[in-house]
């Protein structure tokens, strides 16, 4: 058997293929299993080494199921993850996943022990992973609160005594006590203001440059997706419907979904023309215990014909941009992303917001 590669041997901190993760559905007093939910559904995608790759899409898309799975915490039906080469369900059985991988979750408060101080929960993380000899335990501790921007007089501070932008420092500040080498962030910004969230994506990007960590950042807000990331993976119904360079998928997105959201994001000039300001998703995301069969999207899609009902669309990679990297492909799984009059009906602009 050969060697596990190092870190330093492999490209990608994560790899991701067709990756499902299903949920029993239980029904009436005796809670038997009547279906499945299957609430991702085929996913692929790569995050290369000392990168940040947003997941991004609406409630129900199945973006932190999918995150979640990465670091353990949901079931996988089928697939396969690599984190650094190696399988997950190695680094499960020998108990190295939490050294490599960590999740940062939305509620820091919820994930945060209310009966402890900060200084507490970083020291006893550090003392439990022995990242540091136990007499420079209170030290690495002090070190990790200023690495994520915290004064010292905050360690001796319980959670309920900062605000949310000092917990979600905090929370980062924890996980970062293991040294993983990639990790998670669920929807870390969707609660703060957007002075905070401009600070928290800030050390997100200097942690990615001074401490060479990957991160797979979950979000629905395309404006901060557009600021922090190096790849996007556009999902809808559990399905990834774009994915591409974060620059490419903004200046050219392919799908009717990635349009959609695009359009909705505001914008300073309220009489500055909008692509695709008529394009906004018309439905709700398919139920993931009965998804229609062909394209999940096709009951909010302007576009939807009888192909996209009855097959599910390829996924497409489409041609290599002057300057690309290779593996840094843009893909799209849409039965029409080349139809002419689709991408000029995509492309086209309102002169002003929609009302």
Sequence with gaps: ??????????????????????????????????????????????????????????????????????VGLSPVAAGRILIEGRPLAGLRADRTLPRVAQI??????????????????????????????????????????AQVGLAPELA??????????????????RALAVEPRFIVCDE?????????????????KDLRRDREVSFLFISHDMSVVRHISDRVVVMYGGRVMESGP??????????????????????PDPRAPLPGAGLRARAEPPDPAAPPPGCRFQNACPFTTDLCRTE?????QLPATPGATPGDAHTVACH????????????????????
């Design 246 to 267: 974060c620059a490419e998928v903004f200046a050219a997105p392919c799908h009717p979904y990635t349009h959609a959201l695009l359009a909705a994001v505001p914008v």
């Design 336 to 355: 029409h992303h080349d139809d002419p009059a689709v991408r000029e009906a995509l492309t086209a602009t309102e002169g002003t917001t929609p009302s």
């Design 104 to 145: 940062v979750h939305q509620d820091p408060y919820a994930s945060l022990n209310p009966r402890m101080t900060i200084g507490a929960m970083i020291r006893e993380v550090v003392q439990v992973y022995r990242t540091v000899p136990r007499e420079r335990t209170a030290e690495r501790a002090a070190e990790l609160l």
């Design 1 to 70: 058997m050969s060697p596990s590669p190092t870190a330093a041997e492999v490209t990608d901190a994560v790899t991701v293929e067709d990756l499902q993760v299903h949920f029993p559905v239980r029904t009436g007093v005796l809670r038997r299993v009547t279906g499945t939910a299957r609430a991702v559904d085929g996913v692929s995608f790569t995050v290369p080494a000392r990168s940040i790759v947003t997941v991004v899409g609406e409630s129900g898309s199945g973006k932190t199921t999918t995150g979640r799975a990465l």
């Design 188 to 204: 870390i910004v969707s609660a703060l203001d957007v002075s905070v969230q401009g600070q928290i994506v800030n050390l997100l």
């Design 156 to 173: 001796a501070r319980h959670p309920h005594e900062l605000s949310g932008g000092q917990r979600q420092r905090a929370a980062i500040a």
């Design 312 to 316: 599910p669309p390829p996924t497409t």
